[in-house]
């Protein structure tokens, strides 16, 4: 799988009626690296990333895959190149694992093209990547939280992109199942050079498993680079508005945020 695609983004603004979230923003994804987009709630984290897969149009600007713009492309062919995990999918009531991850090959199906041995390949692969092979006939909403979320990305692989945009994979996991997915994603990338976006809450893990970290503030990016660069106290303070204590991390080495509150100091015992 090559990892040369080229995902930019130009002088962006972004925006909902009257709103405008995200304002001459300028952004350059590394290819075939693990990127995490960071910042405080409402900061355009979901809109950034809604609109690098064509689901917001700009006001101003341009989202660019390989020097084209992504609005302009065909929905199928961009959707050979760039697939899209959003936040909390719904999938239909009553289907099959199999079933669902099988709807990743929509983009390579044509008005006279069969269902092919490629299609039976790609989501064997996706459901063996996942882990998620022996699940493949049981009914998605009767998953855990994290099996099912494991499926979804299965679906995402199925589609065979080169770049993999997630929004929050992790919300409503619990921690285990928060580093189960991504672990999956980061081996994803080393295998196979998937160039993989994704938005994360969880500031610790972002510097953990991302090459590249981004941190948005007032609609436009503060810092972005290696994470030992980026998740500084200055930083957080800027971005989340948080004093902390920012130290290498004993298991990763990569920077780990510890926040300061009011009453963090712990009292002697017996005090």
């Known amino acids: 799988m090559t990892t040369d695609h080229r995902l930019t983004a130009e002088a962006l603004s972004l925006g909902y009626g009257d709103r405008t979230v995200i304002e001459g923003l300028d952004l350059e994804v590394p290819p075939g690296r693990v990127t995490a987009i960071v910042g405080a709630n409402a900061c355009g984290k979901s809109t950034l990333l809604r609109s690098m897969s064509r689901l917001l149009a700009p006001r101003t600007g341009h989202v660019l895959l390989d020097g084209k713009e992504v609005h302009r492309m065909p929905a199928k062919q961009l959707a050979r190149t760039m697939g899209l995990l959003p936040q909390s999918p719904i999938a239909p009531e009553g289907i099959t694992v199999s079933d669902l991850v099988g709807r990743g090959r929509h983009p390579h199906q044509g008005i006279f093209t069969r269902w092919s041995a490629a299609d039976d390949a790609a989501v064997a692969d ?17 998953l855990s939280g994290g099996q099912r979320q494991r499926v979804w990305i299965a679906m995402a692989l199925a589609q065979q992109t080169e770049l993999l945009l997630l929004d929050e994979p992790t919300t409503f996991l619990d921690v285990s199942h928060q580093v189960e997915v991504l672990d999956l994603l980061t081996d994803l990338n080393r295998r196979r050079g998937t160039t993989i976006v994704m938005v994360l809450h969880d500031l610790n893990l972002a510097a953990r498993y991302a090459d590249h970290l981004v941190a948005l503030a007032g609609g436009r990016v503060h810092a972005a680079g290696d994470p030992t660069a980026v998740l500084t106290e200055d930083v957080v303070r800027t971005v989340f508005g948080l004093d902390s204590r920012v130290i290498p991390d004993p298991v990763s080495g990569k920077p780990l945020m510890l926040p300061i509150g009011r009453h963090h100091a712990i009292a002697p015992a017996g005090a």
């Open 126 to 142: 996706a459901l063996d990547a996942t882990d998620t092979a022996g699940l493949a006939d049981r009914p998605v909403d009767e």
